[in-house]
């Protein structure tokens, strides 16, 4: 009995550390992050145009 108390302290004990760490990020970081991540996405598909262009006019 006093084996499984101490390692159910002993797990409590980790997830308070272990989740006391983490960083929370606000509103507006979230915002910026998905901006960003937007920004990307259409850089990737300008790129994809690019090269789409590109093989075409080769191929003629």
């Known amino acids: 009995m006093r ?3 101490l390692m ?3 797990a409590f004990a980790t997830m308070s550390i272990a989740t006391s760490c983490r960083e929370e990020k606000t509103t507006g970081e979230k915002i910026e992050e998905g901006m960003d991540d937007v920004g ?3 850089e990737d598909g300008a ?3 690019e090269d789409a262009v590109d093989d075409a006019t080769d191929d003629n």
Do not use: C, R
């Open 3 to 5: 084996k499984s108390l």
């Open 8 to 10: 159910i302290v002993f």
């Open 40 to 42: 990307d996405e259409i």
């Open 47 to 49: 790129d994809e145009v």
